[in-house]
């Protein structure tokens, strides 16, 4: 079955930084690009990173770059989303997602459950 | 990054048909045959219905279309089922980033 399972979410303190990881399975996961996607209460949608399938290109929303990194390790079948300096505004509803192709284009075909990542004091 | 513009609400009777504009630019949807559309009930995952404009995964009713026209793209659905009712959300490539997702569409079956 083809299956991404986040882990990593919880309470963090405006400034901290959590490590979300998405374990695969299912799928030849180097051959498809990967990307977090989040909803923060009340609101929609918003894609927040993306990395293609070898790793070697990853992009960013304005809204996380440069305080966001994305990574994937393909001999473990997982991806990750390092969150460093974390703002209230980051609350939010993590989503894993998988593409249909190596590179990035928007259409993912299988989500994770999302893990719940709360920005608090 | 601005998003795409999206019906905040569109409602229909069981067995009716529906559209969902999604308004764009020529910088995203304009410009890229990269369109999709994901249902999403609360609390569960979203679910890809539409990819390249109007193509359907496999699984997917038949009832759900998509199209393009110009900057705007347009999710259709037809003979309208209760189970439809969820938040639908377009999204598409831009020149300048690979996702942008409209603002999201609440759909009610009344």
């Known amino acids: 079955e083809v299956q991404l399972v986040e882990s990593g979410g919880g309470l963090v303190q405006p400034g901290g930084s959590l490590r979300l990881s998405c374990a695969a399975s299912g799928f030849t996961f180097s051959s498809y690009a990967m990307s977090w996607v989040r909803q923060a209460p009340g609101k929609g949608l918003e894609w927040v990173s993306g990395i293609s399938g070898s790793g070697g290109a990853t992009y960013y929303a304005d809204s996380v770059n440069g305080r966001f990194t994305i990574s994937r390790d393909n001999s473990k079948n997982t991806l990750y989303l390092q969150m460093n300096s974390l703002r209230a505004e980051d609350t939010a509803v993590y989503y894993c997602?998988?593409?249909?192709?190596?590179?990035?284009?928007?259409?993912?075909?299988?989500w994770g459950q999302g893990a719940l990542v709360t920005v608090s004091s | 990054q601005s998003a795409l513009t999206q019906p905040a609400s569109v409602s229909g009777s069981p067995g009716q048909s529906i559209t969902i504009s999604c308004t764009g630019t020529s910088s995203d949807v304009g410009g890229y045959n990269y369109v999709s559309w994901y249902q999403h009930h609360p609390g569960k995952a979203p679910k890809l219905m539409i990819y390249?404009?109007?193509k359907r995964p496999s699984g997917v009713s038949n009832r759900f279309s998509g199209s393009k026209s110009g900057n705007t793209a347009s999710l259709t659905i037809s003979g309208l089922q209760a189970e439809d009712e969820a938040d639908y959300y377009c999204s598409s490539y831009t020149s300048s980033s690979p996702w942008v997702f409209g603002g999201g569409t609440k759909l009610t079956v009344l």
């Open positions: 997602a998988k593409d249909q192709t190596i590179v990035l284009v928007p259409a993912a075909n299988i």
């Open positions: 390249d404009v109007s």
